[in-house]
């Protein structure tokens, strides 16, 4: 059983940077395959970014601006955002899978594990 707890979340200006983490319990962080999502009231969830055995990965909409990245010390997903824009307000998870394949899944249907989320608020 894998379990998530997100952090980091807040509200900023436009242009701003803001750090979110994804604390992961019953699983090392280094072999997971996890990515974070976000969500607002009318849309799915988006693929922002995720890593697994295959590589990292992005989004269009947040390439060039938000870095993903492990560490395996605090056993964290990291998500650092720059650059920060109001389109980028929204509700981010984590999610990971129970099994890492040799191909990155990006829809949200192949998570099994989800955290509760973080709220992000970007105004301009």
């Known amino acids: 059983q894998i379990r998530l707890t997100e952090s980091g979340g807040g509200e900023v200006q436009s242009g701003d940077s803001l750090r979110l983490s994804c604390l992961v319990s019953?699983?090392?962080?280094?072999?997971?395959?996890i990515s974070w999502y976000r969500q607002t009231p009318n849309i799915s969830r988006e693929f922002v970014a995720g890593t697994g055995r295959s590589g990292t990965y992005y989004g269009d909409s947040v390439k060039g601006r938000f870095i993903i990245f492990k560490d395996d010390a605090k056993n964290t997903l990291e998500l650092q955002m720059n650059n920060l824009k109001p389109s980028d307000t929204a509700v981010y998870y984590c999610?990971?899978?129970?099994?890492?394949?040799?191909?990155?899944?990006?829809?949200?249907?192949?998570?099994?594990?989800w955290g509760q989320g973080t709220r992000v608020t970007v105004s301009s």
């Open positions: 019953g699983r090392a962080v280094a072999s997971a395959a």
């Open positions: 999610a990971a899978r129970h099994s890492a394949s040799a191909t990155f899944m990006y829809t949200p249907l192949h998570y099994e594990y």
